[in-house]
Nanobody
Framework: QLQLVESGGGLVQAGGSLRLSCAAS????????MGWFRQAPGKERESVAT????????TYATSVKGRFIISRDNAKNTVYLQMNSLKPKDTAVYYC??????????????WGQGTQVTVSS
């Protein structure tokens, strides 16, 4: 069973940057679509960015397009989320997830424990 561990969250001022990392436990990582999702208090979990198994295809939520970049290194079993020009509305718990289908949130089978990102104004 694939295990995912996120890191890199923290407190940052508006306009700042953070890079989240998500390390997977197995080499089968390279078979999976990977996604970053976030959930703010009182809100539903939403997709932030996704990346195909080989990195050739990426998708972004409209709210983060042009500010966030998702990437992966299959040799290191790791997916990243570079977050630039952060805004207070980006404050949430960020989760990485793995799935085989590359579809919506319900297609992701394995989830990390989440990392808190807080953006102060």
């Amino acid at each position: 069973q694939l295990q995912l561990v996120e890191s890199g969250g923290g407190l940052v001022q508006a306009g700042g940057s953070l890079r989240l990392s998500c390390a997977a436990s197995e080499r089968t990582f390279s078979r999976y679509y990977m996604g970053w999702f976030r959930q703010a208090p009182g809100k539903e979990r939403e997709s932030v960015a996704t990346i195909s198994w080989n990195g050739a295809r990426t998708t972004y939520a409209t709210s983060v397009k042009g500010r966030f970049i998702i990437s992966r290194d299959n040799a290191k079993n790791t997916v990243y989320l570079q977050m630039n020009s952060l805004k207070p509305k980006d404050t949430a718990v960020y989760y990485c997830a793995a799935g085989l289908g590359g579809g919506g949130i319900n297609s992701y089978t394995y989830w990390g424990q989440g990392t808190q990102v807080t953006v102060s104004s």
